[in-house]
């Protein structure tokens, strides 16, 4: 049983460039989330996804934040014009669809804004 | 990810013991609760769930209690193991709604 994948682990980078992040979740689910993690924090919900329409997004979720899941399968984050609070864990999560499910968190993508 | 943990309430036991790890959750309209295992430098895994018409729930060497007078859940591990050592947190959701809202966090600790 695959669980959830995320591309890459680490990504380091300048403040102000762009930044993307892949998460392709457990096949059979339809829901799909993004969360952002700081040291010492549990996740903070940032947006979700039923099939290939976002449903929901945080205040947390900034202007230059926009994700996507084109086909209803795997979805991206982009941050663009990264600053330096933006350094944090971003975790994707998928569930079923029906009713009441939990979600299932991949390991990932530490971002670092040099 | 790494370094979870950082200045987080600590529970420290002795393999073999059985741990409680306790959580108030915010919203009294919250209806589904789930318990997460985060290592470091991992995601956080599922560990058991509990909707609100239950007040107890089995799993494999788990238990949670659910408290709803006074909002209140309780992780409960037995015959705690070395490997069992990483932060817990409890999350809240209302029915409909699809975000998870976690708890601080208890890091526990486990001792051969």
């Known amino acids: 049983d695959t669980g959830v994948s995320q591309d890459p682990r680490h990504k380091i980078t300048k403040r102000g460039q762009n930044v993307t992040f892949r998460c392709d979740p457990i096949s059979e689910h339809n829901r799909l989330y993004w969360y952002r993690q700081t040291l010492g924090q549990g996740p903070e919900f940032l947006t979700y996804?039923?099939?290939?329409?976002?449903?929901?997004k945080s205040r947390l979720l900034s202007d230059r934040f926009s994700a996507e899941r084109p086909k209803g399968s795997f979805s991206t984050l982009e941050i663009q014009r990264t600053e330096q609070g933006d350094s944090a864990m971003y975790l994707c999560a998928s569930s079923r669809g029906e009713g009441n499910q939990p979600q299932h968190f991949g390991d990932g993508t530490r971002l670092s804004i040099l | 990810g790494e370094n979870v943990g950082l200045h987080l309430p600590t529970l420290s036991v002795q393999e073999g013991d059985n741990s409680i790890i306790n959580c108030a959750y915010s919203?009294?309209?919250?209806?589904?609760f789930i318990w997460y295992k985060q290592e470091s430098g991992k995601g956080p895994q599922f560990i058991i769930d509990i909707r609100s018409n239950m007040d107890k729930r089995q799993g494999q060497r788990v238990t949670v209690l659910l408290n709803k007078t006074v909002k209140h859940l309780s992780l409960q591990i037995a015959a705690t193991q070395p490997g069992d050592s990483a932060v817990y947190f409890c999350a809240e959701t209302i029915t409909g709604f699809q975000k998870l809202v976690f708890g601080t966090g208890t890091r526990l600790l486990v001792s051969p």
């Open positions: 919203n009294s309209a919250s209806d589904y």
């Open positions: 996804f039923q099939n290939e329409a976002q449903l929901e």
